[in-house]
């Protein structure tokens, strides 16, 4: 396994796409710095005395990642006193609760990769992999208790829009319960609601003005409904492969994501064609989830890639990550709000 300090250049990279200028290369310097002792102290908090709960619980940690979630908590204390030793433990707490979700996640969908790893419960079992993301869990809280009562009760908020999230996703929606609304709070509970936890902890540990503790929220909620809609964009395009993934991997697993509820609500609407469309691809999950090749979906992904709804999907992470911008406009006109600005756009312009 690489050392993803050194090797996760998508880590090192987007800190140089957030600052521009002289100043503000200074300033990613800086992030990137303070990057390397955030993903330091993970590492160490995530050791388990237990040989048994150690390897597992490091294993997704030392897969990598772009670390997002720690970027916004330090990039949003810049509007305060900067990082300290309490923001860098915020951005810790929140990302290995992110990485506990991730465990819990590839077990309930049945998922095989993982940040271009075989997922946790491949390697080992389900139980396993559950059993890690409830350590980790636990071990997130553990960092929080000794950060105050308002960073316990945002933590204990948190996990619960994660929980909940999760569960409105499995069951689905309610007889006449609108598809795409449910879909979207969906979305929001399982990775805004995270995102924006990261964004306002940065605020409230660095001293910054309170009043601007509501503007990030709202921003962080923002992006990350604009994050998990790109990638249902990416999952449909060959550039999926980049992730270790198949192109159309939901689509052939029976998860519902944007563009085929935009499908489907053609089809209701009386169109013929998506209504063929829709008919083809659930008989081919059908048939998958009998255990057919995957590959017998290859022409409907390609048909939905190929279709004007997924045009459609991809305009609408834009338009959150524009309502995300909006947000900012509470905060003084500064590197900060510009970092922010721009880590919008570099999330929506990702592709993979």
Not at 261 to 281: F, K, M, N, T, V
Request: glycine share 8%; aromatic share 4%.
């Amino acid at each position: 396994m690489t050392d993803p300090i050194t090797a996760d250049t998508a880590t090192q990279a987007l800190p140089m796409r957030l600052f521009q200028g002289v100043s503000d290369r200074r300033a990613a310097k800086r992030m990137q710095e303070q990057l390397a002792l955030i993903e330091q102290g993970l590492l160490e908090h995530l050791r388990f005395a237990s040989d048994v709960a150690d390897a597992p619980a490091r294993y997704l940690a030392e897969a990598g990642g772009k670390r997002i979630r720690p970027m916004l908590t330090l990039l949003t204390s810049e509007l305060g006193n900067g990082p300290n030793e309490t923001v860098r433990r915020a951005a810790q707490a929140v990302e290995i609760t992110h990485l506990a979700s991730l465990y819990h996640d590839d077990v309930m969908d049945d998922a095989r990769l993982r940040r271009g790893v075989p997922a946790a419960q491949t390697v080992w079992s389900n139980s396993v992999a559950i059993l890690a993301g409830d350590l980790l869990f636990a071990r997130a809280s553990t960092l929080v208790s000794g950060m105050g009562e308002e960073a316990i009760l945002l933590q204990a908020q948190t996990f619960e829009r994660l929980c909940l999230g999760q569960l409105h996703e499995t069951v689905g929606p309610r007889p006449g319960e609108d598809p795409m609304q449910h879909y979207l709070q969906v979305l929001a509970d399982k990775t805004g609601a995270l995102i924006s936890t990261a964004a306002r902890m940065g605020v409230i540990f660095s001293d910054a003005p309170r009043e601007y503790a509501d503007a990030v929220t709202e921003y962080g909620e923002r992006i990350g409904v604009a994050f998990q809609l790109i990638d249902d964009v990416i999952d449909l395009s060959p550039k999926a492969e980049q992730t270790g993934k198949r192109a159309g991997t939901d689509l052939r697993a029976g998860v519902v994501t944007m563009p085929l509820l935009l499908l489907q609500d053609r089809s209701r609407s009386g169109d013929l064609a998506a209504a063929e469309l829709c008919e083809r691809i659930a008989e081919g999950v059908a048939r998958i989830a009998e255990g057919e090749d995957p590959a017998i979906l290859d022409p409907e992904v390609e048909a939905l890639r190929a279709h004007e709804v997924t045009d459609e999907t991809e305009a609408e992470p834009r338009r959150w990550a524009a309502e995300a911008v909006s947000a900012l406009a509470a905060l003084p006109a500064s590197q900060v709000r510009r970092g922010l600005e721009r880590m919008a756009e570099s999330i929506v312009s990702r592709e993979g």
